[in-house]
T-cell receptor, first 112, second 113 residues
């Protein structure tokens, strides 16, 4: 079993839809949770960062962490074609060096 | 502001040839530095990380090595490339007093033929 599971998609939605992206994990030591967005042939860029359980909102993006279920989500409201990318969840237990464990990524396509 | 540079962006090399990928960070001192490899459909795999000059930790035994000759320079090398070394290589840094997040470079795409 992988430490972090993420549905690879692809996920295709019409413009304006609400998108839900999810990851599950098995390591209860994970405390820091991130979502990265990666456009084709580019490096990942940080989208959302949360510590422990709870919700965090930033514009059209909302990140949720449920540590009891070992489940994290990213919601995108009013999705735009520019949101078309691969979304990677990442997590770590903290420490001197942040060795992040990544999901395999979900490819999202927002159509006009 | 901090920036991270990787080069070359694209590289095509024959099997058995050497490799050197470079990464430099600007605007921060004593960052933690990382090399990841991203293979198609397999997510990001941590290869090496460094918390200081000359300090390298290897996560996966393989055909690659890393060095940190200067505070903000991180180099990924191989003496003899294998076909399986093909992939997208990403350098990242973490600010020493920052949150547990990494900032990635634009990546280097390596094809071994």
């Amino acid at each position: 079993q992988k430490e972090v599971e993420q549905d690879p998609g692809p996920l295709s939605v019409p413009e304006g839809a609400i998108v839900s992206l999810n990851c599950t994990y098995s390591n209860s030591a994970f405390q820091y949770f991130m979502w990265y967005r990666q456009y084709s042939r580019k490096g990942p860029e940080l989208l959302m960062y949360t510590y422990s359980s709870g919700n965090k909102e930033d514009g059209r993006f909302t990140a949720q962490v449920d540590k009891s279920s070992k489940y994290i989500s990213l919601f995108i409201r009013d999705s735009q074609p520019s949101d078309s990318a691969t979304y990677l969840c990442a997590m770590s237990g903290g420490g001197t060096a942040s060795k992040l464990t990544f999901g395999t990524g979900t490819r999202l396509q927002v159509t006009l | 502001s901090q920036t991270i540079h990787q080069w070359p962006a694209t590289l095509v090399q024959p099997v058995g040839s050497p490799l050197s990928l470079e990464c430099t960070v600007e605007g921060t001192s004593n960052p933690n530095l990382y090399w990841y490899r991203q293979a198609a459909g397999r997510g990001l795999q941590l290869l090496f990380y460094s918390v200081g000059i000359g300090q390298i930790s290897s996560e996966v035994p393989q055909n690659l090595s890393a060095s940190r000759p200067q505070d903000r320079q991180f180099i990924l090398s191989s003496k003899k490339l294998l076909l399986s070394d093909s992939g997208f290589y990403l350098c990242a840094y973490q600010r020493p007093s920052g949150a547990n997040v990494l900032t990635f470079g634009a990546g280097s795409r390596l094809t071994v033929l």
